[in-house]
């Protein structure tokens, strides 16, 4: 079955970089149509996207984090990951991984994990 | 970018009542669209794809109906494990989530 798995450091500095690792399995990012989207929210907020990659590594981001926001994956190693630099406290949230099927959305999502950006 | 805009905000409703809550997009979005429940403390699930299509083991009283603009989420026989917050999501440019319904019993 499919899951999907996030990983980050919990706590941050502002300014720092913020990395995080989806780990998923039962499904290939070689597979034609196959992708692996993040997505965030705030406590209490509602979901924003931030990033998708595909199969054939083409990537696409949300235009108002753009310059900020890196995603890259491993396929070998089924993880997907996303780079957000020069953080601050609005970047504060939890962040999913989610699978998507070309032109069918998210469809698997991961648990989540929480970062809290403090000083 | 595309829009969404959910309604009502939060609603009360009781068990057995036909529920409906709706998503509107600012431009065409054809039927690239999808409903997700939340639960308080999980990740969203999805209930709906292209609009109107159950996901696997999704109970039949959950229907999603709509294409172009407007979308329709309707819960024909709201049973006490409904209560959630539901997100409609377009994927058919980059891709946008509504603000979500907040559906409680009373």
Same mark, same amino acid.
């Given at each position: 079955?499919?899951?999907? %798995?996030?990983? !980050? ?7 720092? @970089? ?18 692996? !989207? ?44 996303? %780079? ?20 069918? #959305? ?14 | 970018?595309?829009?969404? @805009? ?9 068990? #057995? ?21 939340? %639960? ?15 996901? @696997? ?8 109906? !709509?294409? #172009? @603009? ?37």
């Amino acid at each position: 079955q499919v899951t999907l %798995k996030e990983s !980050g450091p919990g706590i941050l500095q502002p300014s720092q @970089t913020l990395s995080l690792t989806c780990t998923f399995s039962g499904f290939s990012l070689s597979t034609y149509g196959m992708g692996v !989207g993040w997505i965030r929210q705030p406590s209490g907020k509602g979901l924003e996207w931030l990033a998708n990659i595909w199969w054939d590594d083409d990537k696409y981001y949300n235009p108002s984090l753009k310059n900020r926001l890196t995603i890259s994956k491993d396929t070998s190693n089924n993880q997907a990951f996303l %780079k957000i630099t020069n953080v601050d406290t609005a970047d504060t949230a939890t962040y999913y991984c989610a699978r998507i099927l070309i032109w069918e #959305g998210f469809d698997y999502w991961g648990q989540g994990v929480m970062v809290t950006v403090s000083s | 970018n595309t829009v969404m @805009t959910q309604s009502p905000t939060s609603m009360f409703t009781s068990v #057995g009542d036909r529920v409906t809550m709706s998503c509107k997009a600012s431009q065409n979005v054809g039927i690239n669209v999808g409903w997700y429940q939340q %639960k308080t403390g999980q990740s969203p699930k999805r209930l709906i794809y292209w609009a109107s299509n159950r996901d @696997t083991g999704v109970p039949d009283r959950f229907t999603g109906s !709509g294409s #172009g @603009t407007d979308f329709t989420l309707t819960i024909s026989n709201m049973q006490a494990e409904d209560p959630a917050i539901y997100y409609c999501l377009q994927h058919n440019s980059y891709p946008t989530f509504g603000a979500g319904t907040k559906l409680e019993l009373k």
